[in-house]
């Protein structure tokens, strides 16, 4: 697959066009859009619906989102990113560390989470991205992330 395609600076990105930059898939396929791409912030959309299936479990009578599942969305953000970048495309981003994790408000169905991350160092094949959920204009998770970058082969 050629690089160009992944050329996303200054534009918006559809599901399809996300799932063919990360592997992740329903029901771990985190977010629904990308709508602003700049030279080293990404920022996506997760729409959060009464339907997700965590929802069941966590917590039946008062539905919150899990704070993992935001930091994953949060990860997915920059990944799209990180994963766009020559060098980069075609492989998979592995966490490497969270730090810095805060949890501020709780997300509830009917919330639109923004994410915003900013893709900080990189070297070798390493990165690190800070990342901030918003529902509206209120931060509600914030979080430093570290990604390594290997090929499929190396991942097996």
Not at 3 to 32: A, C, Q, W
Not at 63 to 88: C, D, K, R, Y
Not at 118 to 124: C, G, I, V
């Amino acid at each position: 697959m050629s690089e160009s395609v992944f050329d996303i600076k200054g534009k918006t990105l559809d599901i399809n066009t996300i799932m063919k930059i990360i592997p992740h898939r329903y029901l771990f396929l985190l977010v629904d859009r990308i709508v602003e791409v700049r030279e080293k912030t990404i920022v996506g959309i997760k729409n959060v619906t009464i339907n997700e299936p965590f929802f069941q479990g966590h917590f039946p009578g008062h539905p919150i989102m899990p704070g993992v599942l935001i930091l994953e969305a949060m990860a997915q953000v920059a990944g799209v990113g990180a994963l766009t970048i020559p060098g980069n495309v075609g492989k998979l981003a592995y966490f490497l560390s969270i730090n810095n994790a805060k949890f501020r408000k709780p997300v509830l169905p009917g919330d639109t989470l923004r994410i915003e991350a900013e893709l900080l160092k990189a070297k070798m094949s390493v990165m690190q991205a800070h990342a901030i959920a918003k529902v509206g204009e209120e931060v509600v998770t914030e979080a430093d992330l570290m990604f390594a970058f290997v090929t499929p082969a190396e991942a097996k």
